[in-house]
Nanobody, 123 residues
Framework: QVRLVESGGGLVQPGGSLRLFCAAS????????MGWYRQGTGKQRELVAT???????NYADSVKGRFTISLDNAKKMVYLQMNSLKPEDTAVYYC?????????????????WGQGTQVTVSS
């Protein structure tokens, strides 16, 4: 069974920085891509950033130049460095993984989500 666990969220003042961590564990054959999504109160979940196993990154326009996503394939971890945080970045941040998991000796590609970590940007 695959599990994603996020950490690193918290309360930060506007203009501050936070670094989010997501660790994938379980019967993982291959990671295809990982990413971060967020959901503010009363809003739909939206993409923040994704990165492929080859290192190709994609960002939402609202975070370009402020956030950086990175992936450590060997450790099965994805990171999100968030700088110049704004109040509108306040949300629950979810880790996502597109990966091949092993079940009964075969690899099955599927999408997995973490439980989320709260990021609050406020003075």
């Amino acid at each position: 069974q695959v599990r994603l666990v996020e950490s690193g969220g918290g309360l930060v003042q506007p203009g501050g920085s936070l670094r989010l961590f997501c660790a994938a564990s379980g019967s993982i054959f291959r990671i295809n891509a990982m990413g971060w999504y967020r959901q503010g109160t009363g809003k739909q979940r939206e993409l923040v950033a994704t990165i492929t196993s080859g290192g190709s990154a994609n960002y939402a326009d609202s975070v370009k130049g402020r956030f950086t996503i990175s992936l450590d394939n060997a450790k099965k971890m994805v990171y999100l460095q968030m700088n110049s945080l704004k109040p509108e970045d306040t949300a629950v941040y979810y880790c996502n993984a597109d990966l091949d998991a092993l079940r009964v000796g075969h690899a099955f590609r599927d999408d997995y989500w973490g439980q989320g970590t709260q990021v609050t940007v406020s003075s």
